[in-house]
């Protein structure tokens, strides 16, 4: 059974880091292109940031980049967002989510992903 799992987030104050780490099971994350979504209360939900099977391709949602750092570990099944300078409006549910692909070096955040987390809450406040 395909799984992910999604785990770091918590109550941080602004201007604050958080990690947040998703581990796959069931399926290796190999021949996935990887992504973070997240969903704040009373909005649609939104693509944060990709990363490509190789690892060497990304894409970052404009409102985070420079503080949002998505990257992979394919010798651990887990994928990762690295948050800093957090700000209140960061404030959502996370969901990890992977795409099989047989493309190596490019991601997007279009909604065609098939295999989501339960999500985790970050909350940015002081």
């Known amino acids: 059974q395909l799984q992910l799992v999604e785990s770091g987030g918590g109550l941080v104050q602004p201007g604050g880091s958080l990690r947040l780490s998703c581990a796959a099971s069931?399926?290796?994350?190999?021949?996935?292109?990887l992504g973070w979504f997240r969903q704040a209360p009373g909005k649609e939900r939104e693509g944060v940031s990709c990363?490509?099977?190789?690892?060497?391709?990304?894409n970052t949602v404009d409102s985070v980049k420079g503080r949002f750092t998505i990257s992979r570990d394919n010798a651990k099944n887990t994928v990762y967002l690295q948050m800093n300078s957090l700000k209140p409006e960061d404030t959502a549910v996370y969901y990890c989510?992977?795409?099989?692909?047989?493309?190596?070096?490019?991601?997007?955040?279009?909604?065609?992903?098939?295999?989501w987390g339960q999500g985790t809450q970050v909350t940015v406040s002081s």
């Open positions: 989510a992977a795409r099989s692909t047989m493309f190596l070096n490019v991601c997007d955040m279009k909604n065609s992903y098939a295999n």
């Open positions: 069931g399926f290796t994350l190999d021949y996935y292109d």
């Open positions: 990363i490509s099977r190789s690892g060497r391709g990304t």
